[in-house]
């Protein structure tokens, strides 16, 4: 049964949407959320022409269907939300092409990787062990990984610990990893240097990393890795 505009309107009249990501649709309609076309633009520094490409916490697919428009061959996204899926999976089929959604973790899920490119982009801080976490995108990658942290500068962090507005700002420089609870869950904050000691010293999965700015916050990093 194809996806007519009718059908369309009437698939995103019964559905709650999150509005983390708008999604373009055929007959000129969206799924409804903030544009994240300039993000796109910045972690997609680099060609994915004629690479496979995973995205980690895909959310609804969003960077998938972007990979796919700058010349990915597929693209493949992991999200534990069954509800975030359920979207993708209906997205994908609405507009078609080489897409493929599992709901899990990617700690537990068996995935049929490995992929030339992973995204990895504000999972990292959610992980039980960050280390272990990461070695395991590594091994999915057969080129490089793109992730994105947040940084010891991250408010919920200093705010946690008690440190002022003014020493904050300092923070970001020194290799330091600082742990906050969030609902009886750690969250992880890495400086950049102490990013990269950690996966190219300590836990070397990666040759070189590089930096750059986030779209997403002030307080947050994207990082460029390369195996």
Not at 6 to 30: C, M, N, S
Not at 31 to 38: H, V
Request: aromatic share 10%.
């Amino acid at each position: 049964m194809s996806w007519d505009e009718k059908r369309v309107r009437d698939w995103l009249a019964k559905t709650k949407f999150e509005g983390y990501q708008r999604i373009p649709l055929p007959h000129g309609l969206e799924i409804p959320g903030k544009d994240r076309s300039p993000a796109a633009k910045t972690i997609f520094r680099d060609s994915v022409k004629g690479k496979s490409v995973l995205d980690v916490g895909c959310n609804y697919g969003y960077m998938c269907h972007e990979a796919l428009a700058r010349g990915a061959t597929s693209a493949t996204g992991i999200d534990y939300g069954a509800d975030r899926i359920s979207v993708a999976r209906t997205a994908a089929e609405i507009t078609g092409g080489p897409l493929s959604f599992f709901e899990g973790t990617v700690e537990t899920t068996k995935l049929p990787g490995p992929y030339d490119v992973v995204l990895f982009l504000n999972v990292i801080h959610h992980m039980p062990d960050p280390l272990a976490g990461m070695r395991r995108i590594a091994e999915l990658a057969r080129e490089r990984v793109i992730a994105e942290f947040p940084t010891p500068g991250e408010r919920l962090w200093w705010k946690h610990e008690g440190i002022g507005r003014i020493r904050r700002r300092f923070l970001d420089g020194l290799p330091l990893v600082g742990v906050a609870t969030e609902e009886g869950r750690p969250q992880w904050y890495f400086s950049p240097e102490a990013f990269r000691a950690a996966f190219t010293l300590h836990v070397p999965v990666f040759k070189k990393i590089e930096f750059g700015k986030s779209h997403t916050k002030d307080s947050r990093v994207l990082a460029y890795c390369t195996k």
